[in-house]
């Protein structure tokens, strides 16, 4: 089974909303609410961010938010600022392959 | 505080055996289900494997399977991976993650992760 579908970059000026789409199949994001997003800078460990679709962990910034329609799941940044210059990776649950990530979005603030 | 440790990395030769260990600290290991996740160089990250909270279910991403396995003691509060038939395509930054479900309610997501081992397969 193939990586979820992720823009390799995506960029904003600091305060826009910039969103990363995630796009899987019937086989995952669309028939799973257990999907799940990472932010990684690099030399640093992966975070995760999001979970079940629109679940904050405990002490992630309100500015980060997900949504799922269909078989494409999005992170929204809003207010970007200079430290969520990263990279931004996409996870779902999968009827065939039980966890299958995304390729991965370098996010640029200008 | 959820702590993980992971040790064992190193280098090996394609064909070549290595064993991860991922110790476990600050939660109550033996009630949750526990990943291994690997990147590798200039690539992104990918799934490898899962473990049940009580040992009895295995997962693993069809790039590992057969050659991978996955165990737990949750006497020890250790998470391990045995790794055979080793190829070049496995040298990556291995983590073990928690999932952030309990006992049988999975979430199938990397709640905490550890710093990660290096493996590299090179002849």
């Known amino acids: 089974q193939s990586a979820l579908t992720q823009p390799a970059s995506v960029s904003g000026s600091p305060g826009q909303s910039i969103t990363i789409s995630c796009t899987g199949t019937s086989s995952d994001v669309g028939v799973s609410n257990y999907v799940s997003w990472y932010q990684h800078h690099p030399g640093k460990v992966p975070k995760l961010i999001l979970y079940e679709v629109v679940n904050r962990p405990a002490g992630i910034s309100y500015r980060f938010s997900g949504s799922k329609s269909g078989d494409t799941a999005s992170l929204t940044i809003s207010g970007l600022q200079a430290e969520d210059e990263a990279h931004y990776y996409c996870s779902s649950y999968s009827t065939i392959s039980t966890v299958i990530l995304g390729g991965g979005t370098q996010v640029t603030v200008l | 505080q959820v702590i993980l440790v992971e040790s064992g990395g190193g280098e090996a030769q394609p064909g070549g055996s290595l064993r991860l260990s991922c110790a476990a600290s600050?939660?109550?290991?033996?009630?949750?289900?526990m990943h291994w996740v690997r990147q590798t160089p200039g690539k992104g990250l990918e799934w490898v494997s899962s473990?049940?909270?009580?040992?009895?279910?295995?997962f693993y991403a069809d790039s590992v399977k057969g050659r991978f396995t996955v165990s737990r003691d949750n006497s020890k509060n250790t998470l391990y991976l045995h790794m055979n038939s080793l190829k070049t395509e496995d040298t990556a930054v291995y983590y073990c993650?928690?999932?952030?479900?309990?006992?049988?309610?999975?979430?199938?997501?990397?709640?905490?992760w550890g710093q990660g081992t290096l493996v590299t397969i090179s002849s």
């Open positions: 473990l049940r909270y009580d040992g009895i279910k295995e």
């Open positions: 993650a928690k999932d952030s479900g309990y006992r049988d309610w999975v979430l199938w997501d990397f709640d905490d």
């Open positions: 600050g939660f109550p290991f033996r009630d949750y289900l």
